[in-house]
């Protein structure tokens, strides 16, 4: 299967002197529905932050989507972003929009002909459940609401790759777990989906892949059917095509 996620010996150390990702080797294929579990200040948001590219790696290779984003131009970063819609556990809505103009937003910003925005952000907001809220601001909306919303704009320009930071932790348990169904929704349709989350009760309850990070390690990962993954901390290197020289 075609990989959507390489990390071949990564680690992050940042200038205080913390080391946030120790060595680390992830691979997770285009298609696959990740739950990525560990403590507060494990490495987990890290394990994020340098697959958006908004860190660099101290040590090793990272390829996300045929892209060696270790050496990414800093020009082709907004195109690698593009790849990727983001769920925050902020919601991070414009107040003064309407829900639709949120969505939209997303498609607008990277220059979608108008026609197509007025016909995809209505099926979006459909799809979450909230074609009804199309007019409605942030502030009238429930927290569930509105991380449906910031769902719809991840969503919205068709990303191959959906990571979802904390999704649920502003959000009741009965929406925490509507919101992963309706990201386990999304990946059925092939989308890749990385969430990030403290709520084992929740895991346990979706049969999905998890990764387990402690202290900057992987200390587990296994698929779904319980198969346990072998986890690699040997020093070869990778050598990865940057399609984006």
Do not use: C, W
């Not at 680390?24 to 340098?50: H, N, R, Y």
């Not at 995809?120 to 979450?128: K, N, S, T």
């Not at 991380?147 to 991840?154: E, K």
């Amino acid at each position: 299967m075609d990989k959507m996620i390489e990390f071949k010996n990564v680690s992050k150390t940042y200038s205080n002197g913390t080391h946030a990702l120790n060595n680390a080797s992830i691979t997770v294929d285009k298609g696959e529905f990740v739950f990525i579990v560990g403590a507060s200040g494990a490495g987990k948001s890290t394990f994020l932050k340098l697959i958006m590219h908004e860190e660099t790696p101290s040590r090793g290779t990272i390829v996300v989507n045929g892209v060696n984003v270790s050496k990414i131009k800093r020009r082709k970063i907004p195109y690698l972003r593009r790849n990727m819609g983001i769920v925050f556990q902020d919601f991070r809505l414009i107040e003064k929009m309407t829900v639709y103009d949120n969505v939209a937003f997303a498609m607008r910003a990277i220059g979608a002909n108008p026609s197509v925005v007025k016909k995809r952000v209505p099926y979006i907001l459909e799809l979450v459940g909230l074609a009804d809220k199309a007019k409605s601001r942030p502030s009238e909306l429930s927290g569930g609401e509105q991380q449906r919303v910031s769902l719809a704009r991840a969503l919205v320009n068709n990303p191959p790759i959906i990571i979802a930071d904390e999704p649920t932790g502003n959000i009741d348990p009965e929406m925490s777990y509507e919101i992963i169904e309706l990201l386990s929704e999304i990946n059925a349709q092939g989308t890749t989906i990385l969430v990030v989350t403290h709520e084992h009760e929740l895991v346990r309850h979706f049969n999905k892949r998890v990764i387990e990070i402690e202290k900057g390690r992987v200390i587990s990962d296994s698929k779904s059917d319980t198969e346990s993954l072998e986890v690699n901390y040997s020093d070869d290197e990778y050598k990865f095509q940057n399609d984006f020289d």
